[in-house]
């Protein structure tokens, strides 16, 4: 019992960070009904800059926390920074191209992503500074680190941010009318590129915050790291029901908790299997995720 | 009588090429002879991947990218084929000599590859009947990395340290015999019923449906055909490197495979071959560049496909008249 309640809390801890990245998805998918392959480097990114942040910060501030509240911040606003360019460069002179198009791009953008890195900041991993010293609090029989109480609670606190964002302001409002229908939007006088630059900014962040508290967890970080977290967040987006917020948060905690039992329980190689199964079985039985409404098709 | 000759004069015309390319690149006085030879393989293996994938993605329409994972079905079949049956084949055509004996491991090996990837195929091409667009790019993605982490986790075929053993039987010749029969298949099938079936159902799914398709059955049968070219080439590929890993089928390669096609041409068969062709140079010309070249690489991508989105060929054929489905 005590370790099934030791795998639920890691799950939940990897699960709400699949959910961060799963938001960017989730919100470019809303707007532009693109799969933003490069969206998992933007992560990766994200850790690098707190890297180079954190030797940077670290020690300045009074306190581990100030630090890393600081470090964080200014690397999300350096990736929402990478976030518009990307999409001014190579995403806006496409938009109205076909989806294999845009497709293709997102690859060809996730690639030079990653390869830029590697000459960047080298191939070898690095190992991410411990921002905030560990202490383990334990209870009961579980184990419980500091650390992983604030990767949690932070976040828990931006899914908050954003969602009161999306539904209680005037620009997350143009938001949600861009994603429902573009061109009616842009006929209701919203600067539907501003929007489209916002989202990709503000789901670049939510990456990169991704991106240092995994790296609070699991120090080591590397140019390629973003791939396949890129892709099991995108797992859970379409598991939770692409375009929607919640879903993607029920599907990045769905599929934390999915992983972490897999190989608890399981064979830990089956790992990465484990997403694209439960992937597979949603496309299969419930195509539209699992808080997604359904399309219908007109001829 | 006609097409015997031709058949016969294709054989004789690769091996011959095969006779010359192995006299010049590998035993020649060319310094950097093998390096070449190689890449001209990889070209192969690559033409005839992309070949197949168009007919999925670019003549039916049906988005996929999970090729590499019968890529990775047909190599690690055909190379359990002539690991473990190899010994066992050889004694029952002792009576031949050994080019024979390798020719008959290298056949059945081919049939295998090809059988066991038409089978995944048909598991991929099922799904494709209720999704569409997108949700079934994601599904193929998913099948192809669950194959490659279910393949890592037999221990047979070697798991995470790879498959190692396997007898060097593909070379030129066979790789560029089945890049023919690739090529003439696809384009055959093209000009078929069915390719003008695939191109409706392309253009137009629920248009093609009532004008009498049966959708599904063409969806599946592109899918099928598809998965049995690229589950011989991987049957070539791992008999030419003698040594697989689940690496080389991770979904880059579908990604790969992707770009080829769309960089030629998306539903041009001499496209899909030129970007093969292209995309496997490419990155050995930029060599000297270390670390560099694959920026130039993924930056071209992105150039090509925002300023010539058609790709290189656009719908163009080099050869032959336009196909009826293409004029507008």
């Known amino acids: ?299 | 009588m006609k097409r015997l000759l031709w058949i016969t004069g294709a054989l004789a015309a690769l091996a011959l090429l095969q006779w010359g390319c192995s006299a010049i690149l590998l035993d020649g006085p060319i310094r950097q002879g093998p390096y070449y030879y190689q890449i001209m393989i990889l070209a192969g293996i690559n033409i005839v991947l992309a070949v197949s994938l168009n007919l999925t993605n670019g003549i039916t329409g049906q988005f996929s990218i999970g090729h590499a994972g019968f890529f990775a079905v047909g190599a690690y079949v055909a190379a359990s084929v002539s690991y473990y049956g190899g010994p066992g084949i050889r004694a029952a055509t002792a009576f031949l000599p050994a080019v024979g004996q390798d020719t008959v491991v290298l056949l059945l090996a081919l049939a295998a590859a090809g059988l066991a990837a038409a089978l995944a195929g048909l598991l991929v091409g099922i799904p494709s009947l209720r999704l569409r667009g997108d949700y079934l790019a994601i599904v193929t993605l998913g099948f192809g990395e669950i194959i490659r982490v279910v393949i890592l986790n037999v221990d047979a075929v070697g798991g995470a340290r790879g498959f190692v053993g396997i007898p060097k039987l593909s070379n030129f010749f066979w790789v560029y015999l089945l890049v023919t029969a690739c090529v003439v298949t696809v384009w055959n099938v093209v000009r078929s019923s069915y390719g003008r079936a695939f191109i409706a159902i392309r253009e137009n799914e629920i248009a093609a449906q009532a004008m009498g398709i049966d959708v599904t059955r063409h969806k599946v049968m592109a899918f099928v055909i598809g998965a049995v070219f690229a589950g011989m080439a991987g049957c070539l590929f791992g008999h030419y490197t003698m040594y697989l890993h689940t690496n080389s089928f991770t979904f880059v390669k579908s990604f790969e495979i992707i770009i080829m096609v769309a960089i030629g041409g998306l539903g041009s068969i001499e496209g899909a071959v030129l970007g093969a062709i292209f995309l496997t140079v490419l990155p050995e010309a930029f060599r000297g560049f270390e670390g560099y070249r694959m920026i130039i690489y993924s930056l071209a991508l992105i150039l090509i496909m925002i300023f010539r989105p058609q790709g290189m060929l656009g719908q163009a054929s080099l050869f032959g008249k336009k196909s009826k489905g293409k004029r507008k």
């Open chain 1, 1 to 299: 019992m005590e370790s099934f309640l030791q795998q639920l809390i890691n799950g939940i801890s990897l699960g709400s960070i699949y959910a961060l990245v799963a938001l960017g998805y989730t919100m470019v998918y809303g707007v532009l009904r693109l799969i933003n392959f490069a969206h998992g480097d933007i992560y990766m990114l994200g850790a690098y800059f707190g890297y180079y942040l954190s030797r940077l910060i670290q020690g300045r501030t009074p306190s581990h926390l100030l630090d890393a509240a600081v470090v964080m911040f200014l690397s999300m606003l350096g990736c929402a920074l990478v976030g518009i360019v990307m999409e001014r460069l190579a995403y806006r002179p496409v938009r109205r191209a076909s989806r294999l198009t845009l497709l293709i791009i997102a690859i060809g953008v996730s690639l030079l992503i990653e390869y830029s890195s590697q000459v960047i900041f080298g191939a070898d991993p690095k190992f991410f500074p411990q921002l905030i010293p560990e202490t383990q609090i334990h209870m009961g029989g579980l184990i419980l680190t500091n650390q992983q109480i604030i990767v949690l609670f932070t976040a828990l606190a931006l899914m908050v941010l954003l969602n009161l964002f999306i539904y209680r302001t005037r620009t997350g409002k143009a938001m949600r009318a861009v994603s429902f229908n573009l061109d009616a939007a842009k006929l209701m006088g919203i600067n539907t590129d501003q929007i489209i630059a916002l989202t990709f900014a503000l789901g670049s962040a939510l990456a990169a915050a991704g991106g240092i508290l995994v790296s609070i967890n699991i120090p080591g970080i590397d140019p390629l790291m973003g791939v396949m977290t890129g892709l099991k967040a995108f797992v859970a987006a379409v598991l939770g029901g692409i375009g929607n917020i919640f879903g993607a948060v029920l599907g990045g905690l769905i599929l934390g908790l999915a992983e972490v039992m897999v190989s608890g329980y399981g064979s830990s190689t089956y790992r990465d299997a484990i997403a694209f199964l439960i992937l597979i079985a949603i496309l299969l039985f419930k195509p539209s995720g699992i808080l997604g409404k359904g399309q219908v098709e007109k001829v």
